[in-house]
């Protein structure tokens, strides 16, 4: 247990700094917004590319740790569609509780992983990354769409999709890979830029909390975070036990399914007429939990 704390440690202090320095000015309101940008649309995809394209997709293990994460993917969503009934809830409530359910937080994935199994843990990471990247995203986009009405604002989201610099960073690694993976000229400054995102990744997810958005929680804050908290461990631990992952595997697939929901399910709800204020506060409120689960979660299921 200490040991899982001690790796961990650094991941939340960079939150907490990120968190602590926009409250107070530091070091500019202006600074944060083109941080993340920066994260989003260079460091982080560079990341993605650079481990995808060194990752070994070929064998049997690596269809497994995609079955897995679509297994695992199918059976969470299925249980939120069927509490949608019991909850009672409206539209715009309902979305921003499957996304809190669903969603994971990318840096802070990248990040644990990175502290608790170095390097050989971050290319089985981005291989579930370019799994989960795309098909959460479609299958949020989904939940949106079912709704009567939305289907006219579903071509220029799945156009957005498309774009989506994550989404492509998975294709163009996987890509690369393929045809024989990057020249080391190339891969030595991506890899450059990737120890950039995950440090200003986390910041960045740090600055974006919001306390206020607390105010206005109820009773979906806390199933939601029970399922993306808790559950979707416990049941991440048994696909991985079920198909017989290798033990790194199983670790890291419990690792990103242990993860708060992702800050970006914020601007997705903005977009498509969700719930954006209990967006916030499921985001803040799952970060600050997941502080606390992590370490549980990983010490039993490991």
């Not at 440690?9 to 939150?15: D, K, S, T």
């Not at 969603?103 to 971050?122: C, E, K, M, W, Y």
């Not at 089985?124 to 986009?141: D, F």
């Not at 631990?237 to 992702?262: D, E, H, N």
Request: net charge positive.
């Amino acid at each position: 247990m200490l040991q899982i704390i001690l790796a961990l440690v650094p991941v939340f202090a960079l939150l907490m700094v990120g968190f602590f320095a926009r409250r107070h000015g530091f070091p500019g309101e202006g600074f944060w917004a083109p941080a993340e940008r920066l994260t989003y649309y260079l460091l982080f995809p560079a990341l993605l590319i650079n481990s995808l394209s060194q990752a070994s997709l070929s064998g049997a293990e690596s269809l497994q740790i995609v079955m897995a994460v679509l297994i695992l993917l199918a059976l969470v969503s299925g249980i939120c569609l069927l509490l949608k009934k019991p909850l009672g809830v409206g539209f715009a409530a309902y979305t921003s509780f499957y996304q809190g359910s669903m969603r994971f937080n990318t840096f802070v994935a990248l990040a644990t992983t990175s502290a608790l199994l170095s390097a050989a843990g971050l290319v089985i990471a981005a291989i579930i990354a370019a799994v989960m990247i795309p098909v959460l995203n479609i299958l949020c986009v989904l939940v949106f769409a079912s709704e009567k009405g939305l289907f006219a604002n579903l071509l220029p989201t799945l156009k957005a999709l498309a774009t989506n610099p994550l989404i492509l960073a998975c294709f163009a690694g996987v890509l690369l890979n393929l045809l024989g993976g990057l020249p080391a000229t190339l891969s030595a400054t991506l890899g450059l830029l990737g120890q950039m995102a995950l440090p200003l990744g986390l910041l960045s997810v740090g600055a974006a909390l919001d306390l206020r958005a607390l105010r206005s929680s109820g009773r979906l804050l806390y199933i939601s975070s029970a399922i993306k908290l808790l559950l979707f461990p416990l049941i991440a631990w048994g696909v991985a036990y079920g198909l017989q992952l290798s033990a790194l595997a199983s670790q890291v697939l419990i690792i990103f399914a242990a993860m708060p929901t992702a800050t970006s399910a914020y601007i997705l709800a903005r977009q498509l007429g969700g719930d954006a204020p209990l967006m916030a506060a499921i985001i803040t409120a799952q970060t600050l939990f997941a502080m606390l689960t992590i370490p549980l979660v990983l010490l039993f299921l490991r």
